[in-house]
């Protein structure tokens, strides 16, 4: 059984930071491209990091130079570190894993940036 657990989520000030964490489960995570999406109420989920099996990574601008997608295939673990993190950020954030032949998604983690 498949299982993408995230977590790290939470209430932050902005300006503040917080590094989502996302567990996988039941798949060779080493072939997986890993990538993070968020959505916030009322708006599509879009995409937010990527980053590929052989560590190569993308973002959208808004993120660039504030968040940085990593991976440790040791620990089928996907992180998320963000910084600087704004009001805008605020969203649930789901974890993505991508072969050509299976998609899966966790569960989402919220993310609240107030003051």
């Known amino acids: 059984q498949v299982q993408l657990v995230e977590s790290g989520g939470g209430l932050v000030q902005p300006g503040g930071s917080l590094r989502l964490s996302c567990a996988a489960s039941g798949i060779i995570f080493r072939f997986y491209v890993m990538a993070w999406y968020r959505q916030a109420p009322g708006k599509q989920r879009e995409l937010v990091a990527t980053?590929?099996?052989?560590?190569?990574?993308n973002y959208i601008d808004s993120v660039k130079g504030r968040f940085t997608i990593s991976r440790d295939n040791a620990k089928n673990t996907v992180y998320l570190q963000m910084n600087s993190l704004k009001p805008e950020d605020a969203a649930a954030y789901y974890c993505?894993?991508?072969?050509?032949?299976?998609?899966?998604w966790g569960q989402g983690t919220q993310v609240t940036v107030s003051s």
């Open positions: 993505y894993a991508r072969t050509t032949e299976n998609i899966y």
């Open positions: 980053i590929t099996s052989g560590g190569t990574t």
